[in-house]
Structures are given as C-alpha cells and as structure tokens.
C-alpha cells in the first residue's frame, strides 16, 4: 500500500477513535446543536440519504432506509458544496470580452467577472452570430446524457429545451456509453438489451449454476445508478454465493466481483473477446454439442454464418487453437468453457466496456450467436444480459408508474444529430462524409457549442484534439456549478446550482420503479449561482421564448404536475403535500414480477411473442446489415483485427502495454473528483494505474512511484498501484479524473510540435485515447483500444486540476 492511502487510511481510524473517545457534544450543548440542525430528504446517483443542515451548511448526511448498502461516495456531496472549484459568478475570458479573435487562448488566460446581464447578451448575440452565418446548423448542443444528477430538471434537458424553442441545434445520436451495441443489438435480437430488465433476482439463484462474467463488475458498477440505487443488489449477490453458483471471470482484470465470488479467472487479452467466442462456437458445432434445435426454431442465418465459422468464407477456420493463438487462453481452457456453459444451466452477464473498442458491434453480437448455440435464451436462470452491472440489474419491477422528467419540447427543425463521439470531427471536418447505420451523414459549419451538466473534456477521446478543435470556435459556453476542465476552455461560464440548491423529484430504480424520492433544496443558491431552469428560461426571454419554454409553470409547479401523472396521486391517492413532506414514496413489487425471465415469452411461443427483426427470430445473419456493405462490419459476427492490441508485434515494440479504463471505483465518471473521497485512492493527488508485479519490474517503477505514461496522442502522469489483480502486459487507468495542463503555454493547436507535448497531471485517460470510430456502421468510441508506454517520473509540479483559474474582479 502507498504511503498517501496508508495515511488516508490510518487518520480515519484516528479520527473515528477520537470520536468514540471524546463521545463528541454533551448535555446542553448538544441539545441547542440538535435543535438547531434539520434533516432534509434528497436523493442523488449514490443513493437516498437525509442532509443534516445547520446554518445553512451541511454538517452531515446518513442514508435513508431505502439504501440497504450505503457507500462512501454519498458522504463527498458535502464536500463538493464548498470546494474552491464552485463556479461563483458569471464569467467570461478576458479576449474574447474585449472582441479579440483569440481562439487558441482558450484554456490559456484568465476570466473576468461579469454581470448575468452581460453573460445573457453575451451568449445571445453569440447564438445570433452563428444563426446569421449557418443558421441552426451552426449551432451545437454538446450536452447529453443525464448522469450530472437523477431529478426531473437535468441540464442537458433543459439545454436541448432551449435550444428547441429557438429552431434547434446539432445533437447527439445515441450515446457514449453503448455507441456500438446501441445501433447492433435492436437489429439482432429486436431490442437495444443494454437497458432492458433483467432475469429477476430469485430465477438467477434457484436456476443458475454458471455465472460467466464476461468484464462484468457487478460489485462496483452497481455502487452507482442513473437513477437512485437502493444497494439491494449486494444482499442478493451474497445469496448467490449461497446458492453455489459456480463464477468464471473473462476479463484482464480480476474484478472485485471476481474476488467475491471466487470466480476462476481466466486472464484473456484485451479486444480478442470476439476470437474467443468463435472458438468456443466452432468447438461447439464440430463436437455437436451445440443445440441445434434451438438454432432451428429460434434463429435466423445460422447456415450463412456457417462458412465463415468453418473457414470456407475466407479461408481461416476458427478452431479452438486459431483463438488461441489470439487470445493467448490455452485451446483446453477454450473446449472446458464451451462444455462447461453447455452442461450446466449457464447465464452470461455481458458488459459495456468491451463494445467501447475497435470493431466493438461484435462483442454483444457474438454473445448473443454464443448463447444461442448453447440453447438456454429464455430458460430460467440462463441465456444472456447485458446490464446485470447496471441499476441493480436483476430487480423485480413494480409495473407502476414513478416520475418522468420534463420533455425537451417541439421545435427542432435542425433535425441532425451526429454519433456521440464524433465531436472532434464535427467541428474539424465540416463537409466531410460519413456512413452512420447505412445511412450518409455530412457535417455541417459549427460556429457555437454549449454543454451543460457534462464535461466534453472528460469523456470524449483524443483530449488534445479535441482541445485544438475547441479553440476553432466562434464560441463555447458552458453552464456548470464547478470549474471543470471544460469550463476552463470556455468564453462564456454560467454558474449553476447543485441539486442542493433546487428543488426537484426523482423516480428510482430504473428497473425496479418503486419509488419516488423528492429532492428537497437543502441550501440556499450559494454566491451567484441560478439553477438550469432559470438560466435556460431567461435566454428564452431575450428570443422572445420564455412562455414557450416555462408554459407558465415554476419549477415546484412542474414537480406537482409530474407527480400528478404518477400510480401514488392516481392510484394510491397520496397527495403531493404528503409525499414532499415525507420525502418518499414506496410501490409495492408483485410476487409474479420476481419470477421474469428475459426472453422466456419468445422462448414459449417464438410466433406469438415473436422479435422485432427482420425475421422474428434471434438474427445471426443479418441481411439488412450485409447490405450495408461496410469492409469493417457484415452480416455476422467477425473477428477483425483491432488498429491497437498486443498482437501487433510491431506496434508493441514502441508501446508494449495495453491501457484499458474500467469505470472509476470513487466516482461517476468525472463527479466527486473534486472531493475528500479520492483520498482514498488517489496516489500523490493522481489517478492510480495498476500495472502487474512483473511490468513493474520489467520498467523499474514501484509501487507509490509517478510514472509518465504516453503514446502518440499525447502523455500523463499517474500514481503506480502494482498488483497481482492484473494480467500481464496490460495496465488499467480508471476513466474521470478532471484533465490538468502540466504547462498549458506548450502549444497553440494540436498540430505538430504542440498540444501533444502539454502532459496531464492528474491522469486523465483520454489524453491517450483514440478518436478512431468502430466502424463504418456505429461510429463510436473505441476507448478500449489503446497501447502504451510508461516510464518513471523524479519531479512532477502541484496537480491544479481542482482550482479556479485567475478571475479578474472575483
């Protein structure tokens, strides 16, 4: 353990003890402190919980019951309500104030404090400029997705709200977090399944002897919801061990789902998942093991895939030993899988991350065509999900209807949205033509983008490219309660509330929908700072657009209107007044819910419940998609060589370690890195990379060390953890941590002899990250992708991730 997590560790110990000790407050005077503190119900991603306010601070939180398993990360909201990072007034960058064209000191010069007044004119004339040379097109509304918070008003909405009421703008098509399975799976098997309810819970544990988690981590994944996570699901996972279920773990990493499970770990090499699967199905096929009856009833194109599995089609069988040779697992290891999911009651939990990679629209593919030669879609216990990581995956649904959000309204007349990671190449590419879903896409001129509750530098890849296209915009305005990295970037910076600071309502869980928490405003608006509503509302007033916008409605008055359309008010007739002042509402699940079983009504009657696909049936030959004619997708599964990948002899000998970007353990993505939480992980204030005993030997770093690691696209630092959790010749850097110039004066663009040499200094992934799409068909992020090199670092400057930058007149 290094020295900054056994300090961490040891002053929590110490400071617990002295609590214990002390007894903390008595007689008298805890009592005028107990009066004077009040506790208010909220709810956020990490879980349910009341706020202990006094004197409008918050001094404490415990969780509600509905959280059987709190964690760590609700206790660092509290932090994040008075960090020095708090956005405290509207600010604008010093040139671009003064008229100065001066795009590629973006991120480089300092702010200047201004009046709401001015910021509101500011970004109005702005959105009018771009207007007069593009019309709407010209306009880009890079806020999607609703992970800043799980209530009713989330910034994107609002945002795309906005923008609606005033023509539209360019959006996303789909998302980051799914971009390959998103456009595939429907295709395939009639629905998105990513997000798709889950075999229930009690079928698992009665009917599942084999659990194969292919990168799946339930345990830490499920720390978090989109929605509010109520941790039930590590109650369950502990009767899964009960139950003897037997747990293999396909994955580089030994996951702390494969520790508490005591899975076998079988230590495959990264983006070869795909081989894998091919092996096992030709095994499968040529040792007849496989259920052809199943394939005949319930599948279409078998027989066209067949040649291609057989190696008629390119002249390459896939055989046991081909993988092999791939994916560096024995050819036993291969066979053992194949018999060991054939013979026993198996259910393959699939993940998200592998189909963030090269070629990544195969993986679900091949692990829908793999279950399906097994046989046991549909069977209690058996077959296939995909988000059993997700929103307590496994969870019985209620049937009953929580909250929705606010809509983002009519209006859009843009009508064009590009793939979510195109972003860099929207703004660099204009008029240039690519293929999305079989379709044709040109990127129009973009001369405005504003993001809300999202941070593009953070998520999207290749971060120094993405920076020199920002600085070739027109203008950038965001709105965000903290100085995040792309906040530093920006013209223009709106500072909104936290969802402490508003009142709002949430439906929670995705799955389960059996409860409804109100979101009460625990503090007042701290400094300057207006909620996205307001914010989005009074822009819509200077197009002559707030009506449209707000329909006359304040925010509490939308909260009571959601709540109207909610099973409590129609069906249990709990009115709004008791709800908000109890702060929840509890639904009922039905006993028939907690024996769902994905796929068992296709499976009963595969004509009446049949799919939504070409044929009906679980397509392994898709002709739609052979139509496409792409060169990197077809009309089945198959392998294709990624672009980066420790097979690529040549490429290893310069970058010789495998980078991969699991979720983050202390976070939601980048949320909370601007807390006390990352104390306990962080290695000398950066992001930790895991590295096996015998890399850290062969590059002559140690643990608690700072290394630089780095490849083509660009370079950071980062704190060694070493560990025997990781496969050889693969490394493992947890995506989020806010993006840190080490010298943001190093270079004026990305091109040459510039950006690329500006080294992070807190560790954020996507400094190294590819902006290579999939394919042809998806577009979408290939983060998974990814060698490098590390070497050890002597001296490093103070990380400034988490400060505000110079303002004048603050």
Not at 325 to 333: L, Q, V
Not at 466 to 481: N, S
Not at 487 to 511: C, F
Not at 626 to 638: C, I, L, N, S
């Amino acid at each position: 353990m290094n020295n900054s997590r056994r300090d961490f560790l040891k002053k929590g110990a110490i400071g617990g003890a002295v609590v214990a000790a002390s007894g903390g407050a008595s007689g008298a005077f805890a009592k005028v402190l107990q009066s004077k503190t009040t506790k208010i119900p909220s709810a956020s991603h990490f879980g349910a919980f009341y706020a202990e306010v006094r004197d409008n601070k918050m001094v404490g939180i415990t969780p509600q019951d509905s959280d059987k398993n709190p964690t760590l990360l609700t206790k660092g909201l509290i932090d994040r309500e008075t960090t020095n990072s708090r956005v405290k007034y509207p600010c604008v960058r010093k040139s671009f104030l003064e008229g100065k064209d001066a795009g590629d000191l973006r991120g480089k010069e300092e702010f200047v404090r201004v009046s709401w007044d001015t910021a509101y004119d500011l970004v109005t004339k702005s959105i009018k400029s771009a207007q007069k040379k593009g019309g709407n097109q010209a306009l880009y509304n890079a806020s999607y997705g609703g992970w800043s918070m799980p209530g009713s008003f989330k910034p994107n909405t609002m945002a795309g709200r906005f923008f609606n009421q005033i023509g539209g703008a360019v959006g996303t098509a789909g998302e980051y977090s799914n971009g390959a399975a998103g456009p595939t799976n429907p295709v395939i098997v009639g629905d998105i399944e990513v997000y798709s309810i889950q075999t229930a819970f009690d079928e698992i544990i009665k009917n599942t002897k084999v659990m194969v988690l292919w990168g799946a981590d339930l345990y830490k994944c499920n720390r978090v919801g989109y929605s509010v996570p109520s941790h039930n699901c590590f109650d369950r996972y502990e009767e899964y061990k009960k139950a003897g279920i037997k747990f293999i773990s396909i994955d580089p990493i030994y996951t702390q789902s494969a520790q508490e499970f005591k899975a076998d770990w079988v230590k495959i090499r990264p983006n070869t998942d795909v081989a894998l699967m091919l092996g096992m199905m030709h095994y499968l096929y040529k040792s007849g093991k496989y259920d052809a009856k199943f394939i005949k009833k319930y599948t279409d194109g078998f027989d066209k895939f067949l040649p291609y599995l057989l190696g008629k089609e390119d002249k390459i069988e896939k055989t046991p030993a081909w993988a092999s040779k791939i994916t560096t697992i024995s050819e036993a290891t291969i066979k053992e899988l194949a018999t060991t999911m054939v013979d026993n009651r198996t259910f393959i939990a699939g993940n998200w991350s592998l189909q963030r990679a090269h070629h990544g629209e195969q993986v679900d593919w091949a692990i829908i065509t793999l279950a399906s030669m097994i046989g046991q879609v549909g069977l209690p216990g058996g077959g296939f999900g995909f988000s059993m990581h997700y929103e307590n995956g496994g969870d019985a649904n209620s049937g009953k209807i929580t909250v929705g959000g606010l809509s983002q309204g009519g209006g859009d007349k843009v009508r064009f949205s590009i793939p979510a990671s195109r972003m860099s190449d929207l703004i660099l590419k204009d008029g240039e033509t690519i293929d999305f879903k079989g379709s044709r896409l040109t990127y129009p001129k973009v001369h405005f983008m504003l993001s809300a509750g999202c941070s593009p530098i953070g998520h999207q890849p290749n971060i120094n490219e993405l920076i020199g296209a920002i600085r070739t915009l027109d203008t950038y305005v965001v709105v965000e309660p903290w100085w995040t990295p792309s906040a530093k970037m920006a013209d223009i910076v709106l500072p909104a509330t936290t969802t402490m600071e508003r009142n709002d309502v949430a439906g929670a869980m995705s799955y389960s929908n059996d409860r409804i928490y109100a979101m009460k405003q625990i503090l007042k608006p701290r400094y300057e700072s207006k909620d996205d509503y307001e914010i989005f509302a009074s822009l819509s007033k200077r197009f002559g657009k707030e009506k449209r916008f707000t329909r006359n409605k304040t925010p509490m008055q939308w909260i009571q209107k959601l709540y109207a359309r909610s099973y409590a008010k129609k069906k249990m007739g709990i009115s709004f007044e008791e709800f908000w002042e109890k702060g929840v509402v509890k639904y009922s699940i039905p006993a028939e819910a907690k024996k769902f079983v994905r796929h068992q009504a296709f499976r009963e009657d595969p004509v009446k419940n049949k799919l939504q696909t070409e044929s009906g049936k679980i397509q392994i030959y898709s002709e739609k998609f052979a139509k496409f004619g792409y060169k990197d997708f077809k009309g089945h599964v198959t392998w294709f060589e990624p672009a980066e990948w420790l097979g690529n002899e040549k490429l290893v000998k310069k970058f010789p370690l495998h980078l991969v970007s699991p979720h983050p353990t202390y976070r939601i993505h980048s949320q909370l890195d601007n807390t006390w939480v990352q104390n306990a992980h962080k290695v000398q204030g950066r992001e930790p990379i895991r590295i096996n005993p015998k890399d850290a030997q062969k590059f002559g770093v140690k643990d608690g060390e700072i290394v630089e690691v780095y490849n083509n696209r660009g370079s950071l630092l980062a704190g060694v953890v070493v560990t025997n959790t990781i496969r050889q010749g693969v490394a493992a850097l947890e995506e989020g941590a806010w993006y840190s110039p080490e010298n943001p004066e190093a270079g004026d663009s990305m091109f040459g002899d510039d950006q690329r040499k500006v080294r992070c200094n807190s560790g954020q992934i996507n400094v190294l990250t590819s902006s290579r799409p999939s394919s042809q068909m998806a577009q979408a992020t290939t983060a998974n992708t990814l060698l490098v090199a590390i070497k050890k670092v002597d001296n490093v400057s103070p990380n400034l991730a988490y400060q505000p930058p110079k303002i004048q007149g603050a």
